[in-house]
C-alpha cells in the first residue's frame, strides 16, 4: 500500500501550487494528474501579479521571466467602433504592473521542475483517480491501467469543475446560470502590431468575442448562447468564418485557420460554489470547489490563491500529524468571502455585458455606465485593473516556502 500525508487530486494550478508549497513545508504530498503531460490548449494562460510576486518569493522569478511570455498592460473593449479601455493595470501597486500571458504547460512545467527538488514531492502524471479509498486516500488507475490505492491522511480535491473527489466526498454545488458557452479557435497573427499584448473584447451585431494576442497567433473566444453549439454548428462552418471575421476584421488569410468543425473548439461555461469546501478527510480548492466563469479571465488567480492559503494553513497540522476539520474549515474560511465577491462580479458582467451582447443590444451608445465612467475618468480602470488583476486579498507566502 502507497501511503502520503496529503494526496493532491489533480495537477493544474491549483494542484501544483498546494504540492510545491507543502513540499517545501516537509509534508509528504502527492499529486496525482491524469493527464501524461500538462500540453493543453485553451487554458487559461494568463499569469495575474499576486502570482508573479508568489513566483519571486518562492524564488522562481528569474526561471518564470525565460518562458515565451507577453505582457498585457491594458484590457481593451470595443464596442462597434468605439474602443474603451476597461483596465489599466500599469496602474496597480507593486512590481509587475501587468499580466503575464505564459502558456500553462510552461507555468505547471515550471512549477513540476521546482517540486521535483523537494525530497518529500512526488507528482505521477498519467494517474486518474477513480475514487475515494475507506479509510482515507484514493483508489487510482496507474499509466499502464492497473488499479492502486493511495492512503492518505488528507485528500485535497484540485480536480477541476468537474471534480470527482467532490462527488465522492458527497458535496454538492450550487450551479449558476451562465448565458454562454464559448466556441475557442487559434488564427494566426499576419502583421505584428507592436510589443505589448493585446487583448481585445468585441462586441457587435449581437456578436461577441475575446482575441489574446499570444505572439504569432490570437487565441480568441466566441461567445454563443448557453446549449446553441449543435444548432449553430449546423448552419455550417463557412457563415460562422464569415461572422467571426465580421466582428474581429480578418480576411482570408487568417480565416484560413478555421479549416472545419474540428478546428473550433467547445468549452461550456460552469459557475458553481460548494457551500462546505470539506467532508472528513477530504477539502476541495480552485475550480472544485467554485468553477469560475471565464468573465475577467480570473479563475487561474483564485485557484493559486486557494492552494497559498490552504498550504499556509494546512502544514503544521499536517506535519504533526494533528490535523482536524477545523483546519479545513480555516481554509475555507479564509476564501470563500474572497470568491463569492468574485463570483458576484463575474455574475454582473454576465448581465451588465454578454447577455445584452448576445441579444444585439449592447453597441456604441448602450455601453455600460461603468465602462462609460472609465472612459470619461481614466482614473477608474486603476480600480478594475486592482479587482481584475490581483483581486479584494492577496494570499501571503508563508515562510516555509520562501527561498
Ligand atoms: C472557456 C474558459 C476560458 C477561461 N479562461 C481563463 C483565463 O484566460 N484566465 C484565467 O485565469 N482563467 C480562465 N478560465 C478559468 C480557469 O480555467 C479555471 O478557473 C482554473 O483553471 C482553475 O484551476 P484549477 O487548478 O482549480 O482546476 P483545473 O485547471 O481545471 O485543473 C484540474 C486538473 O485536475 C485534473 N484532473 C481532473 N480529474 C482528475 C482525476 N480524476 N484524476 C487526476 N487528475 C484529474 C485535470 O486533468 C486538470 O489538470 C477559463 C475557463 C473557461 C471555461
Not at 87 to 96: L, N, T, Y
Request: glycine share 10%; with cysteine.
Amino acid at each position: 500500500m502507497e501511503r502520503t500525508q496529503c494526496c493532491v487530486v489533480g495537477g493544474g494550478p491549483a494542484g501544483m501550487v498546494l504540492g510545491l508549497l507543502l513540499a517545501r513545508a516537509g509534508v509528504e504530498v502527492t499529486v496525482l494528474e491524469k493527464h501524461k503531460d500538462f500540453f493543453r490548449d485553451f487554458r487559461g494562460d494568463t499569469v495575474h501579479p499576486p502570482t508573479l510576486m508568489l513566483l519571486d518569493e518562492l524564488g522562481l522569478g528569474d526561471r518564470f521571466a525565460e518562458l515565451p511570455s507577453k505582457r498585457l498592460e491594458k484590457m481593451r473593449m470595443m464596442f462597434g467602433d468605439a474602443t474603451i479601455v476597461a483596465a489599466d493595470f500599469s496602474r496597480i501597486p507593486g512590481p509587475h504592473k501587468y499580466i503575464a500571458m505564459v502558456p500553462q504547460w510552461d507555468f505547471l512545467n515550471l512549477l513540476a521542475e521546482a517540486a521535483a527538488g523537494e525530497p518529500t514531492f512526488t507528482l505521477k502524471m498519467g494517474a486518474e483517480v477513480t475514487g475515494l479509498r475507506e479509510g482515507g486516500g484514493v483508489r487510482y488507475r496507474d499509466p499502464d491501467g492497473a488499479e492502486r490505492e493511495l492512503a492518505a491522511t488528507l485528500v485535497v480535491g484540485c480536480d477541476g469543475r468537474d471534480s470527482l473527489i467532490r462527488a465522492e466526498a458527497g458535496l454538492v454545488p450550487r450551479e449558476y446560470d451562465v448565458p454562454m458557452d464559448v466556441w475557442w479557435v487559434r488564427v494566426p497573427k499576419l502583421e505584428d502590431t507592436g510589443k505589448e499584448a493585446q487583448v481585445f473584447g468585441r462586441f457587435a451585431n449581437g456578436l461577441a468575442g475575446m482575441t489574446m494576442d499570444r505572439g504569432d497567433y490570437y487565441q480568441t473566444s466566441y461567445l454563443i448562447r448557453k446549449g446553441q453549439d449543435e444548432a449553430l454548428r449546423a448552419e455550417g462552418i463557412e457563415k460562422f468564418r464569415e461572422r467571426i471575421g465580421g466582428l474581429f476584421g480578418w480576411g482570408a488569410g487568417e480565416l484560413a485557420a478555421i479549416r472545419d468543425w474540428d478546428d473550433v473548439k467547445l468549452l461550456k461555461v460552469r459557475m458553481s460554489k460548494l457551500r462546505h469546501w470539506y467532508s472528513r478527510r477530504v477539502l476541495c480548492i480552485g475550480d472544485a470547489a467554485h468553477a469560475m466563469s471565464p468573465a475577467g479571465g480570473i479563475g487561474v488567480n483564485i485557484a493559486v490563491q486557494d492552494a497559498v492559503a490552504a498550504a499556509r494553513i494546512l502544514a503544521a497540522p499536517l506535519r504533526r500529524g494533528t490535523l482536524t476539520a477545523r483546519d479545513l474549515a480555516r481554509v475555507q474560511r479564509r476564501r470563500a468571502a474572497v470568491v463569492s465577491l468574485l463570483q458576484k462580479q463575474q455574475l454582473a458582467e454576465h448581465k451588465m455585458l454578454i447577455e445584452p451582447a448576445l441579444d444585439g443590444t449592447l453597441n456604441e451608445r448602450t455601453v455600460p455606465l461603468p465602462l462609460r465612467a472609465s472612459d470619461r475618468f481614466p482614473q477608474l480602470t486603476a480600480i478594475a485593473a486592482v479587482l481584475g488583476g490581483i483581486g479584494p486579498l492577496r494570499e501571503k507566502t508563508p515562510a516555509f516556502a520562501r527561498r
